[in-house]
């Protein structure tokens, strides 16, 4: 098992700044990719970015250019960076984190979820 701690959400006026962490624990060592996605309410998940253990990064296209995502292996952690935040940003964020199983099957996990508002 992998445990995902999320913090760093919160309130915001557009245009503003948050810095998201996760911190992974647990059955971590084969952990591959990690990754952040966020759902509004009455819409679905949808991802934000991702990182893969070689550090190579993918992001949703309404957030390429204000967001970056970064890793820390050796702190088993994964920051998202938002900058120039907009309202419909405004979301419950949730850590996700992929692991190799046993049979090279992929595993994955989820954080209890972070809210960020933005304020218009």
């Known amino acids: 098992q992998v445990q995902l701690v999320e913090s760093g959400g919160g309130l915001v006026q557009a245009g503003g700044s948050l810095r998201l962490s996760c911190v992974a624990s647990?059955?971590?060592?084969?952990?591959?990719?990690m990754g952040w996605y966020r759902q509004a309410p009455g819409q679905q998940r949808e991802l934000v970015a991702s990182?893969?253990?070689?550090?190579?990064?993918n992001y949703a296209d309404s957030v390429k250019g204000r967001f970056t995502i970064s890793r820390d292996n050796a702190k088993n952690t994964v920051y998202l960076q938002m900058n120039s935040l907009k309202p419909e940003d405004t979301a419950v964020y949730y850590c996700?984190?992929?692991?190799?199983?046993?049979?090279?099957?992929?595993?994955?996990?989820w954080g209890q979820g972070t809210q960020v508002t933005v304020s218009s």
């Open positions: 647990g059955s971590i060592v084969n952990l591959i990719d």
């Open positions: 996700n984190a992929v692991r190799r199983g046993a049979f090279g099957n992929r595993i994955g996990y």
């Open positions: 990182v893969t253990i070689g550090v190579s990064t």
